[in-house]
């Protein structure tokens, strides 16, 4: 059984940092390329950062580059998302997800983390 689990949400003022942890199990973690993605309610899903199973190559959407790092420890079975310099509109549910494919698209993504609660505050 697969499963991805997030961690190190909160709630932190503008401009603050928090970083993301997520942990999986029951999948050989160094075969999938992770993604992180973010909802916040009335929105739709998106797609915020993502790294190559060799951890090689990264990729951002265009609002967090500069200020988000993504990561991974394959020995740890772990991806990060460090996220600096927070804004308001950062605020929103953050999950990971596992994928086969070079893809930024959710559909594409075969397991997904419950996810965790970020507020940046103003």
């Known amino acids: 059984q697969v499963q991805l689990v997030e961690s190190g949400g909160g709630l932190v003022p503008a401009g603050g940092s928090l970083r993301l942890s997520c942990a999986a199990s029951g999948l050989t973690f160094s075969t999938y390329d992770m993604g992180w993605f973010r909802q916040s309610p009335g929105k739709e899903r998106e797609f915020v950062a993502r790294i190559s199973w060799s951890g090689i190559s990264t990729w951002y959407t265009d609002s967090v580059k500069g200020r988000f790092t993504i990561s991974r420890e394959n020995s740890k079975k772990t991806v990060y998302l460090q996220m600096n310099s927070l804004k308001p509109e950062d605020t929103a549910v953050y999950s990971c997800?596992?994928?086969?494919?070079?893809?930024?698209?959710?559909?594409?993504?075969?397991?997904w983390g419950q996810g965790t609660q970020v507020t940046v505050s103003s």
């Open positions: 997800a596992a994928s086969p494919a070079v893809t930024t698209a959710p559909y594409q993504y075969d397991y």
